[in-house]
């Protein structure tokens, strides 16, 4: 591991015996720029690789994704927050607010009072509860305007975070994600190898150890003709027939945009599969 990434305002916690992840955010923490078939919603991302790791080193762990790409901080809020707290994780990572300051351009302090509040309410379940800030867009002409809007909120998140126990996981000051392999074509999500990357910071930060090697992504592990059959299935569920459905039903009667793993779970295995309570 990397000490480097430990700190930062918000000091890493010792290696903890969490059994229940649940993920909180949009694009970025559905794995947006990550393609992966056999996951749900056809995407992996840096929460599914660290939920990957976590299940590796204990049999107990489930895993919960809330993500829905799209939505603005308010929207995670509103949406999110009460059905993640309804799950009892003793983990929980929330990135929000991305999309408010690239697309709406809304006042990062604003912002971050609605952050803080969610905060609040995650830190009081005794969660571990872990806060993005946001990369440094400083090179990227289409976003380099913004950069000072984003270095304002990074701050106001740093703040939260020590008010309220957080842990930072920096992107701000992760210096590989200058590196243009890390992005996707659309320079504003990341590539396999950035959402890899991040989640060995998250694990770093959170003082786990892990089998992530810098500039390797894993990919998923072999599973046996079972498992492989279950991930068939859940590949069909969770991304060709919504594919098929979105193609045939009038736009107008498309109901809301699904959570990426709305229940508790292992990482891996069929649906019947309990997760521990």
Not at 76 to 105: C, E, M, Y
Not at 134 to 160: L, M, S, Y
Not at 165 to 170: L, N, Q, R, S, Y
Request: glycine letters at 10%; charged letters at 20%; a negative charge.
């Amino acid at each position: 591991m990397n000490p480097a990434f430990a700190g930062n305002g918000a000091p890493a916690t010792a290696p903890g015996p969490w059994k229940r992840y649940v993920a909180l955010g949009d694009s970025f923490t559905a794995g947006l720029g990550d393609p992966e078939p056999l996951n749900p919603g056809g995407m992996r991302g840096w929460a599914d690789r660290i939920a990957e790791e976590f299940n590796a080193a204990r049999g107990d762990f489930s895993y919960a994704n809330l993500a829905i790409s799209g939505l603005v901080l308010q929207q995670i809020v509103d949406q999110q927050l009460g059905p993640a707290i309804a799950l009892k994780p003793d983990l929980v990572t929330l990135s929000a607010g991305g999309n408010d300051l690239v697309f709406h351009r809304r006042d990062p302090d604003r912002l971050a009072v609605s952050l803080e509040e969610a905060v609040a309410a995650l830190s009081a379940t005794g969660a571990t509860v872990v806060l993005f800030t946001g990369p440094d867009w400083g090179d990227t002409p289409i976003f380099g305007h913004i950069r000072g809007k984003v270095a304002v909120f990074n701050e106001n998140i740093r703040t939260i975070a020590v008010r309220h126990h957080g842990v930072i996981a920096d992107l701000w000051t992760l210096r590989q994600l200058s590196d243009p392999r890390m992005w996707d074509p659309d320079r504003l999500h990341f590539s396999p190898l950035g959402h890899h990357t991040i989640a060995s910071m998250v694990l770093d930060t959170l003082n786990v150890p892990h089998s992530l090697q810098p500039l390797q992504p894993k990919p998923l592990p072999a599973g046996n003709w079972r498992e492989t059959r279950a991930g068939d299935l859940a590949w069909a569920t969770h991304y060709l027939l919504p594919w098929m459905v979105q193609r045939v039903r009038p736009r107008g009667g498309e109901g809301p945009p699904a959570a990426k793993r709305p229940e508790p779970g292992p990482v891996f295995g069929g649906p019947g599969e309990a997760a521990c309570p």
